[in-house]
C-alpha cells in the first residue's frame, strides 16, 4: 500500500515557470528521495534529502523537508518542455533494513508546453 | 553493463501460465531489488537482495512470487499460475550499499 501522498495529481504550466509539487507521509524516515519517470518506464533519481537536514539543492531543483509536518516539497525552477513527466517521492523508513527498500508516494504528472 | 537491464521488455501470458523475469544489475552493485507498479497500487516494494545476506521478501504479495539472484549478479522474478491482477511494470534497480537505486526500464506484464 501506498504511504505517500502527493498533490498535485497533475499539474500544467508554461515553460519558464516554476513547478511545486508536495508530498506527505506517514511514518518516520530515514531519508525522502525524489523520482522521475518518463513514459511509465524506468525511473531516474534526482536528489535525496536526510531527515535531519531542511533542505537540499541540485540545479534547478529545490527539495525542502518539514519532519515535523511529515512532508516534502519538490521546487523546479524555470521549467522546459523536457520536465514533463511523472515526479515521486520515495521514503526510506526509519529503522528500516535498507536504504533502497522505499515506500512511493502516487506521483505528479508534470506537463510542461512550450 | 552501462545500467540496469531487464528482460523481455514486454511480455503477454495467458492466466495461469508462470513468467520470468530477468533482471541484469549495473556490474558491482552488491545490492538489488524489485518493485512492481500498477494503475491500482502505484509503485510497491517487492524483494530485496544484499550480497550474501538473505532476501527481503516482504513486500511479495503472494506464494505465488518468488526471486532469487544467482552469483551475487543477474536476478530472476517468478510469477507462478499468473493471475489477471499480476498485469503491471516490473522494474528492477540495484545499487552499490548506502547508495540511490539505478532502476532499468522494466517489465511490462500483461495477464490476458
Known amino acids: 500500500s501506498q504511504q505517500g501522498e502527493e498533490d498535485p495529481q497533475a499539474l500544467s504550466i508554461q515553460e519558464g515557470e516554476n513547478a511545486t509539487m508536495n508530498c506527505s507521509y506517514k511514518?518516520?524516515?530515514?531519508?525522502l528521495q525524489w523520482y522521475r519517470q518518463n513514459s511509465g518506464r524506468g525511473l531516474v533519481h534526482l536528489i535525496l534529502?536526510?531527515?535531519?537536514?531542511r533542505e537540499k539543492h541540485s540545479g534547478r531543483l529545490r527539495v525542502t523537508l518539514d519532519t515535523s509536518k511529515k512532508s516534502s516539497s519538490l521546487l523546479i525552477t524555470a521549467s522546459r518542455a523536457a520536465d514533463t513527466a511523472s515526479y515521486f517521492c520515495?521514503?526510506?523508513?526509519?529503522?528500516?533494513?535498507?536504504?533502497?527498500?522505499?515506500?512511493f508516494g502516487q506521483g505528479t504528472i508534470l506537463t510542461v508546453h512550450p | 553493463g552501462a545500467g540496469v537491464s531487464q528482460s523481455p521488455s514486454n511480455k503477454v501470458t495467458e492466466k495461469g501460465k508462470d513468467v520470468e523475469l530477468r533482471c541484469d544489475p549495473i556490474s558491482g552493485h552488491t545490492a538489488l531489488y524489485w518493485y512492481r507498479q500498477s494503475l491500482g497500487q502505484g509503485l510497491e516494494f517487492l524483494i530485496y537482495?544484499?550480497?550474501?545476506?538473505?532476501?527481503?521478501k516482504s513486500g511479495l504479495p503472494s506464494d505465488r512470487f518468488s526471486a532469487e539472484r544467482t552469483g551475487g549478479s543477474v536476478s530472476t522474478l517468478t510469477i507462478q499460475r499468473t493471475q489477471q491482477e499480476d498485469s503491471a511494470v516490473y522494474l528492477c534497480?540495484?545499487?552499490?550499499?548506502?547508495?540511490?537505486?539505478?532502476f532499468g526500464p522494466g517489465t511490462r506484464l500483461t495477464v490476458t
Open positions: 534497480a540495484s545499487s552499490l550499499a548506502g547508495r540511490s537505486l539505478i
Open positions: 511514518t518516520s524516515i530515514n531519508n
Open positions: 534529502i536526510r531527515s535531519n537536514e
Open positions: 537482495f544484499q550480497g550474501n545476506s538473505a532476501p527481503d
Open positions: 520515495a521514503t526510506s523508513r526509519l529503522g528500516g533494513t535498507s536504504y533502497g527498500k522505499l515506500t
